[in-house]
């Protein structure tokens, strides 16, 4: 079974401009949560979508959001880019399913760099 | 709020050592706890996980106990290899509430750095 993937793993953006990071769960998955790595705050949670509806938020800016497919991928938006928006951006799928286990499968990440 | 105390690095350990890295959580209810590791330039990978109150995780010869009486879940390791070098995340998992969303909380991370 494929793991999680992640696209582009590598982007390099200007102070104003917006992006778009995406994200592809393990086949079956339906939930899809985000995080934000930096060296000075560590791994913080961004948003969790499980079929289409956003079910958690962590406390960021309304400048990131995100959104999630029918097929479960889901795209994290971030607009009027910031420095200190420079960080690794993690995606973690997980089954979701009522009983099920709640361990998140993480993909390899995206490293974004703002200039 | 819920949130998860590890011990500060980086560790620096000699090849063969054994390896205690301290971690400590708040939680209301009955989390599962877990340990994550990441080596460079990847993302996390699940090192092991304990869903209830004395069990114990373990893979590739790292183990941790889920102990409630002192809400720790301590990582531990007989003997430790040059390959261990990573970044090592204790969480919990920490349940939306009414929204039915799910986070999982990290502590800050240790490095581990393994001589050899």
């Known amino acids: 079974k494929a793991g999680v993937t992640q696209t582009p793993r590598y982007l390099i953006k200007t102070r104003g401009q917006q992006v778009t990071l995406s994200c592809s769960p393990i086949?079956?998955?339906?939930?899809v949560s985000w995080y934000q790595q930096t060296p000075g705050q560590g791994l913080q949670f961004l948003f969790e979508?499980?079929?289409?509806?956003?079910?958690n938020k962590g406390n960021f800016p309304g400048r990131f959001s995100g959104r999630q497919f029918s097929n479960s991928r889901s795209e994290m938006n971030v607009s009027t880019l910031e420095l200190g928006d420079s960080a690794l951006y993690l995606c973690?799928?997980?089954?979701?399913?009522?009983?099920?286990?709640?361990?998140?499968?993480f993909g390899p990440g995206t490293r974004l760099t703002v200039l | 709020g819920n949130s998860v105390t590890q011990m500060e690095g980086p560790v620096t350990l000699s090849e063969e050592a054994f390896l205690t890295i301290n971690c400590t959580y708040t939680?209301?209810?009955?989390?599962?706890l877990f340990w994550y590791v990441q080596y460079p330039g990847e993302g996390l990978q699940l090192l092991l996980k304990?869903?209830?109150?004395?069990d114990k995780g373990s893979n590739k010869g790292f183990e941790a106990t889920y102990r409630k009486e002192t809400t720790s879940f301590h990582l531990e390791k007989g003997s430790v290899q040059v390959s261990d070098s990573a970044v090592y995340f204790c969480?919990?998992?920490?349940?939306?509430?009414?929204?039915?969303?799910?986070?999982?909380?990290f502590g800050a991370g240790t490095r581990l750095f393994v001589k050899a």
């Open positions: 973690a799928s997980r089954s979701g399913l009522a009983g099920s286990y709640n361990e998140q499968f």
């Open positions: 086949s079956g998955h339906r939930s």
């Open positions: 979508y499980f079929s289409e509806t956003q079910r």
């Open positions: 939680a209301t209810g009955y989390p599962s």
């Open positions: 304990a869903t209830k109150a004395d």
């Open positions: 969480a919990l998992s920490d349940p939306g509430g009414r929204t039915g969303g799910f986070k999982t909380i």
